[in-house]
């Protein structure tokens, strides 16, 4: 525990519960805003949970709210340049992101445009003064990203087609509203695999070497309402509580992702922008060979994680703890419907080259538990096919 400091921030605040989004309104009026913008993305329009935001909304007439609806699942420069452009020439003074990952990263990230609207992403520099930023309420509709309580968004830049990531904690939202009616309308498959990204998040950042036990507690409490709750919400969608549960879950994974994560999302992020593959299910798919990676190098790397998953792994030897606690990952994982290796997602031998060339230069690999070499990452890949 030798220099540097380390720094410990959970500065959110979050108001959680069935119908907390009722309270957006008075929260807005605090903040002395009274024509904020809706960020989203089209296919949330006809779902019941934007319903729910515009009645909550209706219910106060000072209120006068605007909507851009044109964040891609994946989301470019150009939805960020036009939810600003919306934001400046609708005369807003906030945003409300309402949706999954992409549409609470656009809304986050707009408000940098919105401050300065000549700035091309590309450009964007931390040492900048991002100070007073427009003020933004997160509403997640997945549990899953935790992106409402992250200080990042990732777009995909113009001028390098890449995804960048934006980071600064200005981005931070003013608040986070978790209302789990809000997921009700999320379908199984997307419930599985946002789920078990934010499973992967807590998994990861628990053991990832950096100092950081304020964020260790919080990931092995997530993994415990995860595996209480997961294949709950699978089963019955409309399951309050286990919804609940999830969204908790999820803000609490991306809290202790700022810990750092692990080699398995260090592949999954080109089997989305290679393979097209989601982000949480390409988590889930390779989560398992990852473990047993780490595991063979750390033994009693997972028992903590067995215990917080409530298996019986307290008296077990290391390498026993690890193999009971990895099995039971990968049960939970096909019980999920996600059991299937990559080749089911259409991955095959010829993507192998391009998917470990930038599997290695992603930085999340840095933080896992152990060191881990361009070929072990190709071996990784292999194993999960
Ligand atoms: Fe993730």
Redesign the pocket.
Known sequence: MSSPAATFSFPTTTVFGPGAIGGLPARLQQFGCKRPLIVTDPGLLETRAYQLLEKALAGSPALRPEVFSGVHPNPVEQDVVLAAKAFAEKGCDAVIAFGGGSALDVGKACRLLIKRPDLALASFNFNDDWCGLAPCVCVPTTA???SEVGRSSVVTLDSTKRKAVLFHPQLLARLVILDPELTFDLPPKLTAATGL??L??CIESFTSPVFHPLCDGVALEGIHLIVESLPRAFRDGKDLDARGKMLVAAAM?AVA?QKD?GAT?SL?HPLSSLCGMH??TA?AVCLPAVMDFNAQRKPGLYRRVGVAAGIDVLKAGDTEADRRTIGFVRGLIRELGLGEGLRAFGVTESHLDELVEQAFADPCHQTNPVPVTRDELRALYVASM
């Open positions: 899953g990203t935790g990204d934010a992967t998040h994974g992702f994560l999302h999954a982000h949480g988590n």
